[in-house]
């Protein structure tokens, strides 16, 4: 996924919100949404909520374990950051070799 603007902008939005809510979000997450986050879950814990045992109560939890760590977390921005700038760049690039 990370060729794909909308979710790097939608890890980019709800990173902070998992971060500031302790692993809680104060509002619903439509169907698109949801599945854009659990893709992140897979990615960092490699499994399912239900493989890690009852360790977390829900994704927002076990991604909320991950992004506590100040070092980890802006390191997981800054990557979103670089990968979002690459796909751009490359976007364009296309853009301008199909224009020409």
Known sequence: MLNSRRWINFMQEILPEILLGKGSLGHSLTAVERTMLTMLHYTLW?????????????????????????RLYQE???????????????????????QG
């Open 46 to 70: 490699g499994k399912g909520l239900s493989d890690l045992g009852k360790r977390f109560a829900s994704i927002e939890e076990a991604i909320y374990w991950v992004i506590n760590d100040p």
């Open 76 to 98: 997981l921005m800054d990557l979103l950051e670089m990968f979002l700038r690459i796909l751009i760049e490359v976007l364009i690039s296309e853009d301008l070799k199909n």
